[in-house]
């Protein structure tokens, strides 16, 4: 069973700061995906990955497959970031989720 | 092209009692997941179908079932409820593969009296 790992649990910026959320995993997979969750429920899957870089807009996602580690960076961050970021992994078994990074961004 | 939706959006049940929930996948959509998400547990995969065949299960008890039909509209179904079974269950569609972006549902709110 993979576990998944995502840091940090919590994160307070700024407007217009940097943002990384990390998340580690610990069996090979076929592919990770970065979902966003706001208030009320929806998920947006915002990017798939099963090797190196994507960009999409003010968000990067990189994967490094043989450390077994991913991060998304949002940069000029906004108050509409505002949201829980969640990886997820594939595998066999489906996918298997991380706990979670709850992001506010303060204007 | 419409997305992915959910009915009912909400559902209040009590203790023993059974529910239904639906999911239409998106046109052209032949895989469709199910996931219930609890503030305790996070997010977890239930069970994946395709093609009207249950293709991948989660570690859930045998009270959590579903089906697909030939439309491709999928059903879950949890029976004799209990309170740790309220929860936000989300549906997901992709068109076949596993390595692919799946597109979620606006997801039902279930709880248990």
Redesign the interface.
Known sequence: KNEVEQSPQNLTAQEGEFITINCSYSVGISALHWLQQHPGGGIVSLFMLSSGKKKHGRLIATINIQEKHSSLHITASHPRDSAVYICAVGGADGLTFGKGTHLIIQP | KAGVTQTPRYLIKTRGQQVTLSCSPISGHRSV?W?Q?TPGQ????L??YFSETQR???NFPGRFSGRQFSNSRSEMNVSTLELGDSA?Y?C?SRTSG???????G??T?LLVL
């Not at chain 2, 596993?98 to 979620?104: A, C, L, M, P």
């Open positions: 997941s996931y998400q996070g997010l977890q995969f069970f994946e991948n299960k989660g936000l989300l997901a596993n390595v692919e972006t799946q597109y979620f606006p997801g709110r």
